[in-house]
């Protein structure tokens, strides 16, 4: 059986993530959530992972203002906590990023942890207990290329070509939910242009830079409860969209990754959506906001934002070649000012001046 998705768009807190519920019986939703007027509220966020070395939490403080930039929190004690009692601590990177790599302690199917945060102010936070649920493998990964014809403010038809990523999976039958979230990655290739030998610079050697493009769609979430849903495959589950443009003229290689988690996440999300469809808003005044499984240790009357949880990760590639796209549309993005052959846009000459961009080569590029 084949999904066709919908985009919707929510607005959550600072983290600017949006929610997709994804079913066959008709529950299919779009909700919409807008940022009114609030006071800046804690904000924690963060998971660990069985099959990845790096787990993450950032804290900060929300904005009232939606386009605001978030407040992160410094100096924070933070760790996870398994069954045994034993503590992890995470080690602060960039301010308010936290993260803990467990080379030494792997992270197995069915274990239990739970997030333990203190404040250099003494405000101590705590999470409920997650457990790490089996993983489902992506079965197959690819892209479609889609058109859209939108009607300009002159009465004019313009068309736009997108790039659509889609996956396969297999529900498994067992007695463990699935319940499954998307995200979509993508970096992309750009090389420096070779300068003509003479009349420029005959001294200049093109670099290669890797562009880490971020999340295609950084406004959505995609999730799929697979409780409802029969067993066998399910195809064409849309996880990321990107409109062709000069970028694809050289490699792209699309990273998709799916979360297993369990059904107290899963629920966080769903939550969202309710409050949303009966026209309330996560930032009204209780019971309507939507709190996650953090709380203030000592005062449970704080509200915190934000969720913690344990998940199961599978990773699927799709590498996208100029040759496999009709790029007859897009002109290349470097190309000299006429009759002036060694004057470019400056990333075509330095392009480590790209936002993301690195001269280190991902080792999973072909």
């Given at each position: 059986m084949r999904i066709e998705m919908r985009h919707i768009s929510i607005f959550l807190v600072q983290l600017c993530l949006g929610g997709l519920l994804l079913s066959l019986s008709g529950c299919?939703?779009?909700?919409?959530?807008?940022?009114s007027e609030i006071e800046a509220e804690l904000v924690i966020s963060g998971s660990i992972s069985s099959?990845?070395?790096?787990?993450?939490?950032?804290?900060?403080?929300?904005?009232p203002f939606g386009d605001a930039v978030p407040d992160y929190v410094g100096g924070a004690s933070v760790a996870v906590v398994d069954e045994l009692g034993v503590s992890y601590p995470f080690t602060e990177g960039e301010t308010g990023r936290y993260s803990w790599k467990n080379e030494n302690r792997p992270i197995a199917v069915g274990e239990s942890f739970y997030l333990q945060i203190v404040l250099d102010d003494g405000r101590e936070y705590r999470s409920a207990v997650e457990r790490v649920p089996s993983?489902?493998?992506?079965?197959?990964?690819?892209?479609?290329?889609?058109?859209?014809?939108?009607?300009?403010?002159l009465g004019f038809p313009l068309e736009n070509k997108?790039?659509?990523?889609?996956?396969?999976?297999?529900?498994?039958?067992?007695?463990?939910?699935?319940?499954?979230?998307?995200?979509?990655?993508?970096?992309?290739?750009?090389?420096?242009?070779?300068?003509p030998k003479p009349p420029c610079d005959p001294r200049r050697f093109p670099r290669t830079c890797y562009v880490f493009e971020g999340k295609t769609q950084p406004q959505e979430v995609i999730l799929l409860d697979g409780d409802e849903l029969q067993v066998g495959p399910v195809e064409g589950i849309w996880v990321g969209r990107k409109r062709l443009d000069s970028t694809f003229n050289q490699l792209s290689v699309f990273t998709v990754v799916q979360k297993s988690s369990s059904r107290t996440s899963f629920n966080y999300w769903q939550d969202v959506a309710t409050i949303s469809s009966e026209g309330g808003s996560i930032f009204d005044a209780p019971p309507a906001p939507v709190r996650g499984n953090i709380v203030n240790a000592n005062d449970e009357r704080e509200q915190v934002l934000g969720n913690f949880e344990a998940v199961n990760v599978d990773t699927a590639r799709v590498i996208i070649f100029p040759t496999d796209l009709d790029q007859n549309f897009v002109p290349p993005y470097c190309q000299p000012v006429r009759f002036r052959p060694c004057e470019y846009y400056a990333p075509c000459l330095f392009c480590q001046l790209i936002p993301n961009s690195t001269l280190e080569r991902p080792d999973y590029l072909p």
């Open positions: 299919i939703e779009a909700v919409e959530l807008a940022s099959g990845i070395a790096t787990h993450q939490v950032e804290i900060f403080v929300s904005s993983s489902i493998p992506i079965q197959n990964a690819y892209f479609e290329i889609k058109t859209d014809v939108i009607t300009n403010e997108f790039l659509d990523v889609f996956v396969d999976i297999e529900l498994p039958s067992r007695e463990e939910s699935s319940l499954l979230r998307w995200e979509t990655e993508r970096v992309y290739v750009f090389q420096e242009v070779d300068w």
